[in-house]
C-alpha cells in the first residue's frame, strides 16, 4: 500500500522528469511553433508545416533571384522571414497568456 501513495517529493520529480524529456526532445522545431513548448504530435505536425513553408519560401525566393527577378525574390524573401518573427511574437503572447492550463500548486 505504501508504493501507491503519491507524495510531493514523488509528484515534483515525475513532473520535472516529463518537462526535460519533452523540453529537449523536439527543441530544432520550437523555433516553427506557435507555443512556447512542444507536447503533442499535432504541435510537432504543425511545427513541421511551418518549417517545410520557411523552406519553399527560401528556395523559392533564391529561384527567383537566380532568375534576375530581384525585387520578387526579394518580397518573397522577406514574407519568408515574417513566418518565424510571427510565430515567436505568438510563443511569447501565449507564454505571457499562461496557455490558459489550469496547474496544480505543489502545496496540495
Sequence with gaps: MGDSVITRSTLVEK??????RNHNKWS????F???PY?????EVIVAMLW????TMFMLSSYLVYYLQH?????VIFFIGILIPI????????LARRGDGRMQL????
Design 33 to 35: 511553433s506557435h507555443r
Design 70 to 74: 530581384n525585387w520578387i525574390a526579394l
Design 15 to 20: 513532473l520535472r522528469d516529463h518537462q526535460i
Design 51 to 54: 518549417a517545410f513553408i520557411f
Design 38 to 42: 512542444i507536447s503533442t504530435w499535432v
Design 86 to 93: 510571427r510565430l515567436r511574437s505568438a510563443r511569447k503572447y
Design 105 to 108: 500548486p505543489l502545496s496540495m
Design 28 to 31: 530544432v522545431l520550437g523555433l
